[in-house]
């Protein structure tokens, strides 16, 4: 059974449009999060939701919205997309808000023409 | 500011030959420290942690990394490469405030290895 799933593994689509990336965990987790992992493979989060709350949001453009409709999923929405956009997006999850091992997912690579 | 540094971008071993990879980090408290394995493709593979006590830690396929405060350091090792270990290597710590935590990567080393 997967732990982290992400859907779609890839996405390809044009400047402007609006995308969303699911993310679903099976692993009874709390917290989930959001990574951006661009050209250079720099890894760097983006949001974190522990039961549905909203509790980390690192300074990202508001064109990028998360929710999370139950414990088990985090969605990444993204509106008017741009060039810069192009990256791959980790989902992950833990337990608690603490000092855990964060599960990943296999990533999805988004690229934006 | 929590920071991580992997000063070592690309490194090639032998098949057989020992590796080290270098991290140091810099966070205010005691660190959380991680070493994550991406392979071509792929998402994020935990190999080992440090939260505390013994500062070596073993981890899966091999791998150890050695916790040094009075370096900031936390370098992974593996006394022996294997070919499918060609990889991206991360090394992060665990940033927490007061909301949550979240991981603080370094931007990685790329593992090569030849026959």
């Known amino acids: 059974d997967t732990a982290v799933s992400q859907t779609p593994k890839y996405l390809v689509t044009q400047m402007g449009n609006d995308k969303s990336i699911k993310c679903e965990q099976n692993l009874g987790h709390d917290t989930m999060y959001w990574y951006k992992q661009d050209s250079k493979k720099f890894l760097k989060i983006m949001f974190s939701?522990?039961?549905?709350?909203?509790?980390i949001n690192e300074t990202v453009p508001n064109r990028f919205s998360p929710k999370s409709p139950d414990k088990a999923h985090l969605n990444l929405h993204i509106n008017s997309l741009e060039l810069g956009d192009s990256a791959v997006y980790f989902c992950a999850s833990t337990r608690g808000r603490s000092y855990n091992e964060q599960f990943f997912g296999p990533g999805t690579r988004l690229t934006v023409l | 500011a929590q920071s991580v540094t992997q000063p070592d971008i690309h490194i090639t071993v032998s098949e057989g030959a020992s590796l080290e990879l270098r991290c140091n980090y810099s966070?205010?408290?005691?660190?959380?420290l991680f070493w994550y394995v991406q392979s071509p493709g792929q998402g994020l593979q935990l190999l080992l942690k440090y939260f505390s006590g013994d500062t070596l830690v073993q981890g899966i396929k091999g791998f150890e990394a050695e916790f040094k405060r009075s370096q900031s350091s936390f370098n992974l090792r593996k006394p022996s490469v294997h070919w499918s270990d060609a990889a991206e290597y991360f090394c992060a710590v665990g940033a927490i405030n007061q909301a949550g935590t979240a991981l603080i990567f370094g931007k990685g080393t790329t593992l090569s290895v030849s026959s």
């Open positions: 966070y205010g408290a005691t660190p959380y």
């Open positions: 939701y522990n039961n549905k709350e909203l509790i």
